[in-house]
């Protein structure tokens, strides 16, 4: 069981933050279809209860990593929704100034650190994240988000010795949605039970109802715990499901709709607001002003968004190196 309370509020918070991820992939999708937004796109719809039960339990201070399927991480963490969008739309106000677009948000101020286009490629930066807490004294930890198409790249393994061997603040995550970028998880590793992978270098590692942000929440606080005390890294395979395909892009020929239709009911959103109903935490009335409250800051980011302007030309020199004046070669 968890050290932190779930409490009436934990409930209406995981509520309201899985609809706003819920409702802005829902806008980001249409955009999408319009060309308002365009380059590799990848929605998170189905998934938010892995993030929300996290989010009940990390600080401010604690630091995010992940992938290109980043909106909903990004929200999670605290960047505004308006600075998401205009990611999105490639404009300067965007939270990367318009140089990311979706697959590649950045947010210092809210220690969320991407958002990265190769796949496990943020799993050793993670690491390093972490081992730079570790270095400054801090109780900090990184949360190190992946697919389960990242756990059989080598930089996986190489990074969990590391991390084992120097105890590192680091909670890796597998979102394990079945299907990496559309072939299973059956015809392309030997491990099906993809948490095990940790099990030899010695770090605790166990399987997660990634639909229920309960089971996350309590996963995930004994995790943070075990990095704050000095203990070292877990892993955590959150078993999950993706409601759309990989990407826009994705004919999602691989699964049936019975297997689709049978997740859709496990809708960590619908169960969240079920327990909420039951538990007498909030009326209906209170669900019709979220409602309206998530619809409002949704059509804000789009607004923001559309009215804002594009980079000027003279951005493609800045923030590549660090050195403000470096000299590059223009001619």
């Not at 490639?90 to 796949?119: L, R």
């Not at 390093?128 to 807490?133: C, L, M």
């Not at 988000?145 to 393994?157: E, I, K």
């Not at 004994?222 to 395979?237: D, N, W």
Request: net charge negative; with cysteine.
């Amino acid at each position: 069981m968890s050290s932190i309370e779930i409490t009436k509020d934990t409930y209406l918070m995981w509520y309201e933050s899985m609809l706003l991820m819920r409702k802005f992939e829902e806008k980001t999708g249409q955009l999408y279809g319009q060309q308002k937004i365009r380059g590799f796109c990848h929605l998170y719809i189905g998934q938010e209860a892995v993030l929300a039960g996290a989010m009940s339990v990390i600080r401010h201070e604690d630091s995010m990593i992940t992938a290109y399927r980043d909106h909903a991480h990004a929200l999670a963490k605290g960047t505004s929704p308006n600075a998401i969008m205009a990611e999105m739309y490639g404009k300067a106000t965007g939270c990367s100034k318009g140089k990311g677009g979706s697959m590649h948000m950045f947010d210092k101020e809210n220690h969320f650190y991407g958002g990265h286009g190769i796949v496990g490629g943020q799993v050793p930066l993670g690491a390093g994240i972490a081992f730079a807490e570790k270095f400054k004294g801090t109780d900090n930890v990184n949360i190190a988000y992946m697919g389960d198409g990242a756990v059989r790249q080598g930089a996986l393994t190489e990074t969990f010795n590391m991390a084992a061997l120097w105890k590192l603040p680091v909670i890796f995550i597998c979102e394990n949605n079945g299907y990496a970028m559309g072939t299973s998880v059956e015809r392309t590793t030997a491990q099906t039970d993809i948490y095990k992978l940790g099990l030899p270098y010695g770090i605790p590692s166990s399987p997660v109802d990634g639909m229920d942000p309960v089971a996350v929440h309590n996963a995930m606080d004994e995790a943070v715990q075990r990095a704050r005390r000095g203990e070292g890294p877990t892993f955590l395979e959150m078993r999950t499901y993706r409601f759309k395909g990989h990407s826009m892009s994705d004919p999602q020929k691989y699964r049936t709709k019975e297997e689709l239709e049978s997740y859709k009911a496990k809708d960590p959103i619908e169960i969240t607001k079920l327990a909420i109903e039951k538990n007498g935490y909030a009326d209906e009335k209170w669900f019709e002003e979220i409602d309206a409250k998530i619809k409002a800051q949704v059509e804000e980011a789009v607004k923001f968004a559309e009215e804002s302007p594009w980079p000027e030309a003279s951005e493609l020199y800045t923030d590549v190196y660090v050195q403000q004046d470096y000299p590059y070669i223009r001619d």
